[in-house]
């Protein structure tokens, strides 16, 4: 008898064990880790081409309105004088406003010297009070402007300092406007050997570039001042410009040479040809940009 109860007994035990270790709490499986895609840093690289550099403006809205982010900007020439705007935080359509706007008059400081009759310090100025003053590492989002040095022909990158006086120097155009000084050292016109800064950008740590290229030789010619404007505009060092491109991701190239250096008149037809282009360039950069995604993803692992 006592065997069946011990029998009976271990038998209860061990449905009591069982359902216990039933009910203990498991630690809940994790679903699979899904890694968000990588975030890269995108560029807009602007190039020099005076009164062409509007069309800057119509590309700028354009990739806004197709909701392609831009994290760095580089500017050489008139490419400066608008990534400069844009990178202070101004969205296109105040660019465009801005521009509609401005009386070119206010740049022309006129000055009478052998090394150029504009002085540039109204264009310096005019920036400055564009960007509320804010040196370049106060800008809203990373910005250079590239010049040349005048004495050693080498390239500078200015990613500090006084914003106006980077711009200034970025467009002094050789023989037109009087060299910058800055520190110890004298610079001129950026085109001379960066027309369009993708290596800036590059430089910066980007890591897809969208290079905006207007420095194409106006059609047709004007007397004087204006002759002499554009031809001082195109000493554009072809080497330099094919080096520059090759590393972009996307090059965009608004056909605005028949307007010319200095139309500053046809900004508005200026800004819809960069619109135009711009909505061109649109599928391809998303479809490039998500190839440029997938394969950094792939590198991660």
Do not use: W
């Amino acid at each position: 008898m006592s065997f069946v109860l011990n029998l009976k007994r271990c038998a209860t035990l061990a449905t009591l064990a069982l359902a216990a270790a039933c009910t203990t709490p498991t630690a809940p499986i994790k679903p699979a880790e899904i890694k968000p895609p990588p975030r890269i840093k995108v560029a807009l690289a602007l190039g020099g081409g005076a009164a062409k550099g509007f069309a800057h403006i119509g590309v700028i809205k354009v990739l806004e309105q197709a909701g392609i982010p831009v994290d760095i900007v580089t500017g050489t020439s008139a490419g400066s004088v608008v990534g400069s705007l844009y990178a202070s935080g101004l969205s296109g359509l105040e660019l465009q406003k801005k521009a509609i706007e401005l009386d070119e008059s206010r740049l022309a400081d006129v000055t009478l010297s052998r090394s150029g009759f504009i002085k540039g310090e109204a264009l310096a100025g005019f920036i400055n009070q564009m960007v509320g003053n804010r040196p370049i590492e106060k800008l809203a989002r990373p910005f250079a402007a590239v010049a040349t040095d005048l004495d050693s022909g080498e390239k500078k990158v200015f990613r500090s300092g006084n914003t106006g006086q980077a711009v200034r120097a970025s467009a002094s155009i050789p023989n037109v406007f009087q060299p910058v000084t800055i520190g110890s050292r004298r610079y001129v016109d950026g085109g001379l050997v960066s027309p369009v800064p993708v290596s800036a950008a590059r430089e910066m740590g980007a890591d897809f570039v969208i290079a905006v290229d207007i420095s194409a030789k106006p059609q047709g010619g004007a007397g004087g001042f204006l002759s002499m404007l554009d031809q001082s505009i195109n000493i554009m060092n072809k080497v330099a410009l094919a080096q520059e491109l090759k590393q972009a991701d996307v090059i965009i190239r608004p056909q605005v040479q028949q307007l010319g250096s200095t139309a500053f008149a046809a900004r508005n037809q200026t800004i819809l040809e960069g619109e135009r282009v711009g909505l061109l360039a649109v599928p391809v950069i998303k479809k490039m940009l998500a190839q440029k995604v997938g394969l950094i993803a792939a590198k991660r692992g």
